[in-house]
């Protein structure tokens, strides 16, 4: 079966780094369009970042974009998020996803897999 593993999260500073990864298997990977989304506490889940099958094509949420950079390596069935200049807005737990289909999309309704997410805090 499908499966996504993210991995990366923790607790980091404000105007700190870090670099989630997501790890899938049960899937032919390239086929897929991917995404991330994320949580903060008593609030909706929410779109982050999307990038096509062959990695050329992005989008990101306005509130992300410029520190957050998505991208994927197919050799190795695994999905990235760079976070830079990170805030405690930012505070979340971030999940991975995948769709078929080629369009990248910001609706979590569009999303198929999700793994089971990884904790990032953000101090101020």
């Known amino acids: 079966q499908v499966q996504l593993v993210e991995s990366g999260g923790g607790l980091v500073q404000a105007g700190g780094s870090l670099r989630l990864s997501c790890v899938a298997s049960?899937?032919?990977?390239?086929?897929?369009?991917m995404a991330w989304f994320r949580q903060a506490p008593g609030k909706e889940r929410e779109f982050v970042a999307a990038?096509?099958?062959?990695?050329?094509?992005?989008d990101y949420a306005d509130s992300v974009k410029g520190r957050f950079t998505i991208s994927r390596d197919n050799a190795v069935n695994t999905l990235f998020l760079r976070m830079n200049n990170l805030k405690p807005e930012d505070t979340a737990v971030y999940y991975c996803?995948?769709?078929?289909?080629?369009?990248?999309?910001?609706?979590?309704?569009?999303?198929?897999?999700w793994g089971q997410g990884t904790q990032v805090t953000v101090s101020s």
């Open positions: 990038i096509s099958r062959s990695g050329g094509g992005t």
């Open positions: 996803t995948d769709r078929t289909g080629i369009s990248l999309q910001r609706d979590e309704g569009a999303y198929e897999y």
């Open positions: 049960g899937l032919t990977f390239s086929r897929y369009v």
